[in-house]
């Protein structure tokens, strides 16, 4: 079943016209999604007391479990009081459940479900999807395709260990 979904994906893909993600210096967009339990989850990029991460995974993919800890590790350096953390659950098959998984795997993101929508908006097509986004609501990083997870972590703590992500750090 996951092969057809992928398939079907990869399709959808070719077919459809290519997605604007916001670039370097661009404002984030803003959303609000399912959180466990049915409960809202907001990102509201234009009052942000401390910088996020917004990841777009899923349980499924390879890629996004060996970039998770990575991801882990640089929120518990820099503090959850010193950065949010976004997982933005995208093409879930149904097979695991994204909140167990992120238990499981001992990961203290904020969890938002059946994140299509948002991911569209972020013109994400793929997994994972990893922008970072300043106190002043603009993306200030962003993964590049087939970055090794170690380099991502380097980068992120890097960035973050600077000075503040803020309107008046630009």
Same mark, same amino acid.
């Given at each position: 079943?996951?092969?057809?979904? +992928?398939?079907?994906?990869?399709?959808? =893909?070719?077919?459809?016209?290519?997605?604007?993600?916001?670039?370097?210096?661009?404002?984030?967009?803003?959303?609000?999604?399912?959180?466990?339990?049915?409960?809202?989850?907001?990102?509201?990029?234009?009052?942000?007391?401390?910088?996020? +991460?917004?990841?777009?995974?899923?349980? !499924?993919?390879?890629?996004? /479990?060996?970039?998770?800890?990575?991801?882990?590790?640089? +929120?518990?350096?820099?503090?959850?009081?010193?950065?949010?953390?976004?997982?933005?659950? =995208?093409?879930?098959?149904?097979?695991?459940?994204?909140?167990?998984?992120? /238990?499981?795997?001992?990961?203290?993101?904020?969890?938002?479900?059946?994140?299509?929508? =948002?991911?569209?908006?972020?013109?994400? =097509?793929?997994?994972?999807?990893?922008?970072?986004?300043?106190?002043?609501? /603009?993306?200030? !990083?962003?993964?590049?395709?087939?970055?090794?997870?170690?380099?991502?972590?380097?980068?992120?703590?890097?960035?973050? /260990?600077?000075?503040?992500?803020?309107?008046?750090?630009?």
């Amino acid at each position: 079943m996951r092969n057809f979904l +992928l398939l079907l994906l990869l399709l959808a =893909i070719t077919a459809a016209p290519a997605l604007a993600s916001p670039t370097i210096g661009e404002s984030a967009p803003g959303f609000v999604g399912k959180g466990v339990g049915d409960r809202s989850v907001r990102f509201d990029p234009t009052s942000r007391e401390r910088p996020a +991460l917004v990841l777009f995974w899923a349980t !499924w993919c390879p890629y996004c /479990k060996a970039l998770m800890p990575h991801l882990q590790t640089v +929120l518990d350096t820099v503090g959850s009081d010193r950065l949010d953390v976004y997982a933005v659950a =995208i093409f879930e098959d149904g097979e695991l459940d994204p909140a167990a998984e992120l /238990k499981a795997r001992g990961q203290t993101f904020t969890l938002v479900l059946e994140g299509e929508g =948002i991911a569209a908006d972020y013109g994400v =097509i793929g997994t994972p999807g990893l922008f970072l986004v300043g106190r002043n609501g /603009k993306v200030q !990083w962003f993964r590049a395709n087939g970055a090794d997870p170690a380099i991502v972590e380097r980068e992120l703590l890097q960035r973050l /260990k600077q000075a503040p992500l803020d309107p008046a750090a630009r």
